[in-house]
């Protein structure tokens, strides 16, 4: 039996049902295989008083410190997050809070590895644990855990660290494996590509997908974040230069009063909808009816959204960021473009004047599955474990 403890400070919850449900989705699949149990930790970082006050961090602080989720046994230990310090206490008060809570875990929990599933702060944490524990660590980096932390002057040394300290290393893609090392991290790095739910993604029918959204036209979808790294404001102002083409921007954050006045500024409301953030269950039908979906990140790892897209037969027109390269290799997968907002106009535009091949552009992310992704998983755990 191997026994894993798998730690994600990105991982859903009551509150944000959409956070880090990639994680989720992956631990859900190791868990189903034979001889393997897995425990999640997934922290919940807080800040002191007054600040905890606040509503958001009220709703969180009132999450159940341990859950059965989906089947899985979830302790949600809270640890002290201090604003306005660039994450420099994040490790700290992490490992200070973890110490206790996985000593008392491992009398019923016997833990042969750590798997961490964020560079930072899960990475560093974890890493002490594992040497406190006496067992192997993983780390997977996922994308803003190394080009932001891993970069950060006030984390970076601690991402290096967490990086020469671990027994293993993951990346979600090739180009993702390459930024580790840019980071200084010397070191062999697995890659370990995200699933598809097929049973979801690619399973609907186009033309019923649009009559239930009631769509009749062109449409683009801009799916992630409302944060100034996913380049909303780029695909907008791109789909206004396109008459007649409607947008759909998914995605919650603090950017929705700053992109609501640049619909209003170009008078475009009649053809673009601030859908705000979707439960992962509403995305398959929106994709599958969609006719583009662009992205325009500064970075990514390998975006959930992209390959998402692909499966649903949708081609993406995003930037050359992250592992654009690796998905973006035929004409029927879509367009990279530069990260400017006539670039995009020009991708959009070209993938929309061409009849789409769905099959051809979902045979892209053919290899793409959560069933090889918990057996890789599980290979590459168990490694760990054999070797120490």
């Excluded at 524990?133 to 803003?144: D, E, L, M, Q, Y």
């Excluded at 062109?218 to 409607?246: F, Y």
């Amino acid at each position: 039996m191997l026994r894993v403890l798998t730690l994600a400070t990105l991982f859903p919850d009551a509150v944000r049902p959409n956070f880090g449900v990639f994680v989720e989705r992956q631990t859900l699949g190791l868990a189903a295989l034979e001889q393997v149990e897995v425990r999640v930790i997934a922290p919940v970082g807080l800040p002191p008083f007054p600040l905890s006050l606040h509503p958001g961090y009220r709703a969180l602080a009132a999450l159940p410190e341990q859950e059965m989720w989906k089947g899985l046994c979830v302790d949600r230990p809270r640890f002290l997050n201090v604003p306005a310090t660039q994450g420099r206490f994040h490790v700290a008060g992490l490992a200070r809070r973890l110490v206790p809570h996985l000593t008392r875990l491992r009398e019923s929990f016997a833990f042969d590895v750590i798997d961490a599933e964020f560079f930072f702060p899960d990475g560093p944490a974890a890493v002490g644990l594992g040497r406190r524990f006496g067992v192997p660590v993983s780390i997977k980096a996922r994308g803003a855990d190394i080009h932001h932390w891993g970069h950060a002057p006030a984390t970076a040394a601690q991402v290096r660290a967490a990086g020469q300290g671990a027994d293993g290393l993951l990346a979600v893609s090739q180009s993702m494996a390459d930024d580790i090392a840019a980071a200084g991290i010397d070191r062999p790095v697995r890659v370990h590509r995200t699933g598809i739910d097929r049973s979801r993604f690619g399973s609907i029918d186009r033309a019923d997908a649009r009559q239930r959204l009631g769509i009749t036209g062109p449409l683009v979808v801009s799916l992630g974040a409302l944060i100034p790294r996913k380049g909303h404001r780029i695909v907008l102002d791109a789909v206004a230069a396109l008459p007649g083409v409607g947008l759909w921007i998914v995605g919650g954050g603090p950017d929705h009063a700053a992109l609501a006045a640049r619909i209003a500024e170009l008078g475009i409301g009649d053809r673009v909808m601030l859908c705000g953030a979707m439960p992962h269950g509403d995305l398959p039908d929106v994709l599958a009816a969609a006719d583009v979906m662009a992205l325009a990140s500064s970075s990514e790892g390998l975006a959930n959204a992209w390959v998402e897209a692909l499966a649903s037969g949708t081609p993406i027109v995003i930037p050359d960021a992250g592992a654009a390269r690796e998905v973006v290799i035929v004409p029927a997968a879509g367009r990279i473009v530069a990260r400017e907002s006539s670039a995009f106009a020009q991708g959009i535009a070209a993938v929309l004047s061409q009849p789409v091949d769905r099959q051809a552009t979902q045979a892209v992310v053919e290899a793409f599955s959560w069933e090889r992704n918990a057996l890789e998983l599980r290979a590459h755990l168990a490694g760990l474990v054999a070797g120490r």
